[in-house]
């Protein structure tokens, strides 16, 4: 699957995002969806996941009641709404898609489909 993110910017602390994520290739709505992103220097972390129909989310403990991913099956489209940016967000961000249908994990080895990243960036 190729996927296209794209939204990213620079916002200062307190400010809100909203990521974009386009997925052309594969049966969308069969899979999964994560975001994950990679600060200078760090791994890549989890961030957020959506289940193939939307109804099930899971998000990293650092981002849980500021982050908010959502999907439109229709569109192809997976989203990441950041509200409330800490300077501790900027990271590059990648939406992924998972190895296998209906497959729900957080684990960053279990996707194999990964966008180019965009580039977050909060300033203080």
């Known amino acids: 699957v190729q996927l296209q993110a794209s939204g990213g910017g620079l916002v200062q602390a307190g400010g809100s995002l909203r990521l974009s994520c386009a997925a052309s290739g594969r049966t969308f709505s069969s899979y999964a969806m994560g975001w994950f992103r990679q600060a200078p220097g760090k791994e890549r972390e989890f961030v957020a996941l959506?289940?193939?129909?939307?109804?099930?989310?899971y998000y990293a403990d650092s981002v849980k009641g500021r982050f908010t991913v959502s999907r439109d099956n229709a569109k192809n489209t997976v989203y990441l709404q950041m509200n409330s940016l800490k300077p501790e967000d900027t990271a590059v961000y990648f939406c992924?898609?998972?190895?296998?249908?209906?497959?729900?994990?957080?684990?960053?080895?279990?996707?194999?489909?990964w966008g180019q990243g965009t580039q977050v960036t909060v300033s203080s």
């Open positions: 992924a898609a998972p190895k296998g249908t209906f497959h729900y994990s957080v684990d960053v080895g279990d996707f194999d489909s």
């Open positions: 959506i289940s193939w129909g939307g109804s099930r989310t």
